[in-house]
């Protein structure tokens, strides 16, 4: 069976794209497992070669493990959005959202996003109240 050049070059463009999508991603993976990893010890010296944060054990816990949900922004500044598992200082592990900012490649900041708060009455009304 012959195939048509046009799906041939579809193909080859569709594997392409597949194969560049899972790279992305791949470096700030590699950070951010570093600087969890020097976190958890509280290793000053690894963690100030890769950021000017700590992810503090004892007030902010451990993060176990972590997958990366969104990237935005260019290769000077970016907002990495991941879900993790985060071990508490009283035990129990959690899963966190947290927004992580790298500037210059190096963790400048780590967060937890804002949670939504509800309008008076506590419900989020579809229309204005008049």
Do not use: H, N
Not at 2 to 22: K, N
Not at 26 to 39: G, I, K, P, T, Y
Not at 68 to 88: H, M
């Amino acid at each position: 069976m012959r195939l048509s050049r046009a799906f041939g070059i579809w193909l080859i463009a569709s594997l392409t794209m597949v194969a560049l999508s899972s790279c992305a991603g791949d470096a700030e993976r590699v950070l951010l497992a570093q600087f969890f990893a020097a976190s958890r010890l509280r290793d000053l010296t690894a963690l100030s070669k890769l950021g000017t944060v700590v992810f503090e054990p004892a007030s902010d816990g451990i993060v176990t493990d972590f997958d990366i949900t969104g990237i935005t922004g260019d290769a000077a500044s970016k907002e990495v959005a991941i879900s993790a598992a985060v071990k508490q200082p009283d035990g129990r592990t959690v899963r966190k959202r947290l927004t992580v900012t790298i500037q210059g490649g190096l963790v400048t900041k780590v967060s937890e996003p804002p949670a939504l708060s509800p309008v008076e009455g506590g419900a989020f009304p579809s229309t204005p109240r008049s």
